[in-house]
C-alpha cells in the first residue's frame, strides 16, 4: 500500500495486493461515493478482483470525518504482446466532481505502473468518463490519446496499438479505427447502425438519447514516450 498526500487535502492510495484491497471498507466506500442508487460496478465482488485499486480520501482512518472521495480500479491486460492497464472501473462522489479528481486518480495509477505498463486503456458508454480519460492525457506532455481529437494528428503507433486493444477486449465488436466507436457485430433488431463523424460526435448522441447497448467507445492513453517522472502525481497534478 503506498499513500501520497497532494497539495489539495486529498489523499491517494494504492493498493495491489489482493490482501490489502479487502481491507477497504466496502459499505462506506459505496455509501461515500454512490448518488442514490449505487452503480452496478460497485460491488465487493467486482472490487476485490482488481489489481491495482487507487482511492482518494479525506481526513484520517477512525476519524467522524474520513471520507472516499473517489476510486480507480484497474487489471492487468495483454495485447500484441504489449501490456497495458485496463481500466475497469471509476467513481468519484457528487461533491468531489468538478475538481480534477479523477485525473488525480489516473495519474497515481500511471505512477505505480511506470516502467512497466505505459499504456491505459478502457471501454466505455459514458461520454464524461471517455472525456476524462481524454483530458488528462492532454495533461502529461509526449502523451498520445486515441482517438484523437478533432484536428489533431493521430499517433499511428498508438492507433496500431488501439486496434488490438479492441481485437482482445471486444472481439464481439467492430472496431471504427477513426472515431474509436465499437460496433456490435450482430445487429440489434429494430435499431439502425448508428454512423458517428468523431468520438466527440458519438458523445453528444449518447448524451441526447437512450444508449444502445451494443455501442462503446475506446480509449487508449499511450504513455511510452513519457519519461516516468512526468506521469508522477506531482508533476501531473501541478
Not at 489533431?152 to 472481439?171: D, F, H, K, M, N
Request: hydrophobic share 45%.
Amino acid at each position: 500500500m503506498n499513500t501520497i498526500l497532494t497539495k489539495h487535502p486529498v489523499r491517494l492510495t494504492c493498493l495491489h495486493e489482493p490482501h490489502m484491497i479487502e481491507t477497504l471498507d466496502i459499505d462506506q466506500l459505496v455509501d461515500d461515493l454512490a448518488d442514490g442508487t449505487p452503480p452496478d460496478f460497485l460491488t465487493p465482488e467486482r472490487i476485490c478482483v482488481q489489481d491495482l485499486i487507487v482511492v482518494a480520501t479525506v481526513g484520517k482512518p477512525g476519524e467522524k470525518s474520513y471520507r472516499y472521495l473517489g476510486l480507480l480500479g484497474a487489471c492487468n491486460d495483454m495485447a500484441g504482446g504489449q501490456p497495458f492497464l485496463r481500466l475497469d472501473m471509476a467513481c468519484v462522489a457528487p461533491q468531489a466532481r468538478g475538481q480534477r479528481l479523477m485525473s488525480r486518480l489516473l495519474a497515481r495509477a500511471a505512477a505505480e505502473r511506470a516502467g512497466r505498463t505505459a499504456v491505459l486503456a478502457a471501454r466505455t458508454a459514458t461520454p464524461a468518463w471517455f472525456r476524462a480519460l481524454r483530458h488528462f492525457a492532454t495533461e502529461v506532455p509526449g502523451a498520445a490519446f486515441h482517438p484523437a481529437p478533432t484536428g489533431a494528428p493521430v499517433v499511428l503507433r498508438t492507433a496500431a496499438l488501439a486496434r488490438q486493444i479492441a481485437g482482445t477486449l471486444c472481439p464481439e465488436h467492430r472496431y471504427d479505427l477513426a472515431t474509436g466507436v465499437l460496433h456490435g457485430k450482430w445487429a440489434v433488431p429494430a435499431l439502425r447502425l448508428r454512423r458517428h463523424a468523431s468520438a466527440d460526435a458519438w458523445c453528444e448522441a449518447a448524451r441526447d438519447a437512450a444508449p444502445i447497448l451494443s455501442e462503446r467507445l475506446l480509449a487508449v492513453i499511450d504513455l511510452r514516450n513519457v519519461p516516468p517522472c512526468n506521469v508522477s502525481p506531482g508533476n501531473v497534478l501541478g
